[in-house]
């Protein structure tokens, strides 16, 4: 509730209507005064955001130990005591996707040390180095220079006079990292892979050639497997939110299709897929923000227990599902278990399709 003063005037500024109290009996506006203290302003917020009124906390309490029973509660009227699934799911995915923006999930490390610590040469008198010719004779005693060697001696033409030996280094190991088995389907090249599809065509072509010339594309500018890899681990977990957004009324869907149609309305269902997403984004949240302690602390003891709490959360999911099932649709036990589980299933399949469509979208979009 909020604490603005009260307006001694008794009508209400938004319809006029007479009030006697706090709240305006017609339209329900609290009648307080228009300006107030600067603090009020996050004050309200907090209030409105959070509800500290106990239906906030109440809300979060419940949806994390009792599966079901904000279902229940919703569905048989009781709307008032606890958040509203839309606003909850909202409020969830906001802090979600917050937090995945604030903090990278994945970083990659580098080995390279910092240009303070280094020992700054000349680029001619490196060039001089018998390692260094021993690599440039390697590559000019081909008759023909492939594409992965252009690109070695385009980048060592880039260097500066002033580069160090550390990045003159890391600059000709990369024909080794290039010519290493980082491939797509066994095709180091996109002449390569063209002349394969042209001789042995798939009806997956259509599907498959985009993927692969992207692919060949970052393979050129120099992006290393594991770079490639970190990337694609990244734009997956991101992608979880929006996944999860998209499947809403799908999973919905499936839910209606497997109950009676008489005892169950699609909107029931979907009123049970919001507040298990719900659950779902807030368990992937925890999850996330332990994985994220867990690199930051280096003690054999906390990683174990942390790891743990990360394995309890991952199985907790599952067993939510089928708990929440069986409270909400009042199944017998064997019935509700093969339900969930059938369900389960295909879900997750669908799901993971979906997931793998965003990432792909995802990699298409890499520059």
Not at 146 to 155: H, M, Y
Request: aromatic share 18%.
């Amino acid at each position: 509730m909020s604490h603005g003063k009260i307006r001694e005037d008794k009508n209400c500024l938004n319809c006029g209507y007479h009030v006697e109290e706090r709240f305006c009996p017609h339209c329900g506006q609290e009648n307080i005064e228009s300006r107030q203290p600067f603090h009020f302003l996050f004050t309200h917020f907090i209030e409105d955001f959070t509800h500290y009124d106990g239906q906030f906390w109440g809300t979060l309490k419940n949806l994390l130990i009792s599966p079901g029973k904000l279902t229940n509660v919703y569905l048989e009227g009781k709307r008032q005591k606890f958040v509203p699934p839309v606003k909850l799911y909202i409020f969830v995915s906001f802090v979600t996707f917050f937090m995945f923006a604030l903090f990278p999930i994945v970083k990659i490390s580098s080995d390279k040390p910092n240009n303070k610590d280094l020992l700054t040469i000349s680029f001619t008198d490196e060039m001089k180095s018998p390692e260094t010719q021993k690599v440039f004779d390697s590559i000019k005693a081909q008759k023909n220079l492939t594409r992965e060697d252009s690109i070695v001696l385009k980048n060592l033409s880039a260097l500066s006079d002033t580069t160090s030996a550390k990045d003159i280094q890391e600059t000709l190991d990369m024909n080794k990292a290039i010519r290493s088995n980082y491939s797509f389907e066994g095709y180091k090249t996109r002449k390569s892979y063209d002349s394969a599809m042209a001789k042995n065509p798939s009806i997956f072509s259509f599907i498959k050639k985009p993927i692969a010339y992207k692919f060949f594309e970052l393979k050129e500018k120099g992006v290393t497997g594991k770079e490639f890899i970190a990337n694609m681990l990244e734009k997956s977990y991101h992608n979880l939110p929006k996944a999860l957004f998209l499947y809403l009324p799908m999973f919905a869907f499936f839910l209606w299709i497997f109950h009676s149609k008489k005892k169950w309305w699609y909107f029931d269902h979907g009123i049970f897929t919001l507040h298990y997403f719900s659950f779902l984004l807030l368990t992937i949240l925890f999850i996330f923000l332990l994985s994220k302690l867990k690199g930051l602390i280096d003690f054999w003891l906390i990683d174990t227990i942390l790891f743990l709490t990360v394995l309890f959360l991952s199985l907790y999911i599952i067993a939510y599902f089928f708990i929440a099932h069986k409270r909400v649709y009042r199944a017998h036990g064997l019935v509700s278990f093969i339900v969930g589980m059938v369900l389960f299933t295909i879900n997750f399949i669908a799901f993971m399709f979906l997931l793998l469509g965003l990432a792909l979208i995802s990699f298409m979009m890499i520059h």
